[in-house]
């Protein structure tokens, strides 16, 4: 498992077709709140919206070219469906430094 990230993520997509900039941004701008989310969802150790948030940013993450996020989230999505969490907190932390890696990979892409 990955304890670091890289300084600056660059989406696949744009890299592919760099007019999608604004849409990828709008799915980059609100991946903290996701992350809030998902860290609410397990102080409720909610498992159907852990695993419904998991499943989500897993699809939307490969869609918007960041496989290395969406690739934390099916982890998580499968420990999930298992009902287990003992390592939300390193994916937690793990998903904030991509998220921010995300945000770097476009203020200077």
């Known amino acids: 498992m990955t304890t670091t990230s890289p300084r600056k993520l660059v989406s696949q ?7 999608l900039r ?10 903290p709140d ?11 150790l909610d498992w159907n ?3 419904t948030f998991t499943h989500r940013l897993k699809g939307a993450s490969g869609s918007y070219g960041y ?10 999505e499968s420990a999930f469906r298992a009902q287990e969490a ?3 907190g390193e994916w937690s932390q793990e998903l904030d430094l991509l998220i921010r890696a995300a945000q770097l990979g476009l203020t200077e892409s």
């Open 13 to 19: 997509l744009l890299v592919e077709d760099a007019e």
């Open 22 to 31: 604004d849409v990828v941004e709008d799915f980059v701008r609100v991946l």
């Open 34 to 44: 996701r992350l809030a989310e998902l860290r609410r969802a397990f102080e409720d």
């Open 49 to 51: 919206q852990l695993t």
């Open 67 to 76: 496989p290395e996020i969406s690739d934390v989230a099916a982890r998580m």
């Open 86 to 88: 003992g390592n939300f």
